[in-house]
Every structure is written in C-alpha cells, then in structure tokens.
C-alpha cells in the first residue's frame, strides 16, 4: 500500500471524520469519485473542443434548448427572461458578471444540470453529498489502473469566509435545489462551476488549478481538496457493500441501462 493509499475502512473512517468535522463548523463536504487515480477535476466541458468562454457556451446551449425540449417533452421556463442578450451583456463588465453568476442563482441552472446528466459538454462538475455514492462511481466500471481516488471538497474553512476579486479564478457551490432529473436526487448531486476573467471577458476554468490541499498550518483556507486513494483490488468488496445499502446502478439511474448494468455488476462480483 502506498503512502497515499488507503483502506476501504480506512476511508470510511476519514469520510465521516471530515463530515462530521464539517457539521461542526456549519459548513459541508462534497465527494467525487474518479475510476483512476490518475485523473484530475475536469468537467465534460474541459474534456471537450468546445469554446470555455461563458457567452459562448450559453450562445450554445440555449441556441439547442427548442431541440432538447421537443425530444424529452419538458421544458425549462424558470429563466426564459434571462436570454443570450441579458447574458453576453452580464459578460461585458466583471461587477454584472459576479452579479449574475456569482451572488445569483446560476442562469439556467436547471437546464443545464439536466444537459449534464444526459453527456452534453457541461462546465458543472458533479458532486455528491455522500462519501458511498463517490465510492460507487469511482469502483462502478472495472479498470486496469492500480488505485481509485475519492475527492472531497470544502467551500470554505471554519473561518466562513470566502474572498475573490477580477483577477482570481472562483469556484461556486451551485447548490441541491432545482428542479433536475430524478437521478440527481437520487445520486444526492451538487454542482461546482470555475470561473475566471480576462481581456475576453469570464471562461470556464479548470478546477484543478483552484483546489488547494488542506494546509492544518494555514489559519485561513478555501477551496479545500481532499484526495484519498484506494486499491481497485477492493473493487468487488466495495460493490458488494454498497448492494446492502441500495447503492447500484439501477438504484442510482433509474434506467433500463442501469438495471442492465445492476445486474451485469451481480454476475460478475456476487452482489
């Protein structure tokens, strides 16, 4: 085991460590699971050859929305006010866009959480709020790589605080309240968006290069990234457990893909 390595009980023990260490302090932690310990924080967005800019990733999306709308029969009318116009000009000038996207709801919040859910390039990056629905993604598909890793993430320190200005990338908490598909209620997901500014006006930023590790010696910290790794030869243990307590992929998607899935992991690792 290497020195970055942990057990799935170790883990589990430093998960609930944190969380409950989080509570005290009124704040909250977020996990992500990655099948590969290799793998930075990037979105599906970042992954992609699409523009980052912010003007014109929504020009995209709501250029496509009529589509999407007569495909899934549902439509998004929350923020209909809120038009390609009322966004390219909250692009213009740094205090509209922190206006808009930073202390507001996030435009289109619920549209876009649905195009994410669904594989359209998106500059949310998903979360969850519980360590086991991490663990599931990060064990779910076999790999030939070494170790997993589950990410935690905290907004903010026990201080509360979180400080930004024009020339700083900022992340934002864009919260469990909107109206989104009914695996995002049943993966517990959150959504994190990264921003930053320059000459061409704000772009979808990496998160990577934002997170911080926790530093004990720091008093003062913000976007705080935890990274624990474990051996993918916990795999089918970790399947199996996460079964007990109804975590699987049927459970998780709520599709024919997902039951297909289930019952493909039951074969193959006794769950």
Not at 12 to 29: H, P
Request: aromatic share 14%; net charge negative.
């Amino acid at each position: 085991m290497s020195e970055n390595e942990l057990s799935w009980e170790g883990f589990k023990a430093q998960a609930k460590t944190l969380t409950e260490k989080a509570r005290e302090e009124n704040g909250s932690v977020l996990f992500r699971g990655h099948a590969s310990s290799e793998w930075t924080l990037d979105t599906t967005l970042d992954r992609s050859r699409h523009s980052d800019l912010v003007a014109h990733h929504y020009g995209l999306i709501l250029r496509v929305k009529p589509e999407i709308e007569a495909y899934s029969g549902r439509r998004w009318t929350e923020d209909e006010e809120i038009n390609f116009a009322v966004i390219e000009d909250s692009c213009t000038q740094y205090e509209r866009f922190s206006l808009r996207f930073s202390m507001g709801s996030l435009p289109h919040y619920a549209y876009m959480a649905h195009l994410r859910h669904h594989g359209f390039p998106s500059p949310l990056l998903d979360w969850s709020m519980s360590p086991f629905i991490a663990a599931f993604f990060a064990f779910r598909s076999y790999t030939s790589t070494d170790r997993v890793a589950i990410f935690a993430y905290r907004e903010r320190d026990k201080s509360g605080m979180k400080v930004g200005g024009s020339d700083l990338p900022a992340i934002r908490v864009c919260g469990p309240y909107v109206s989104g598909p009914k695996r995002h209620f049943a993966q517990r997901s959150q959504y994190t968006i990264c921003t930053m500014w320059n000459d061409s006006g704000p772009y979808f930023y990496e998160h990577s290069n934002v997170c911080r590790p926790f530093d004990p010696k720091k008093e003062f910290q913000q976007d705080i990234i935890y990274k624990f790794e474990i051996a993918s030869t916990e795999r089918a243990r970790v399947l199996r457990e996460l079964n007990d307590y109804g975590l699987n992929a049927y459970q998780l998607f709520g599709s024919e893909e997902g039951l297909l899935e289930s019952l493909s992991s039951r074969e193959e690792v006794g769950t």
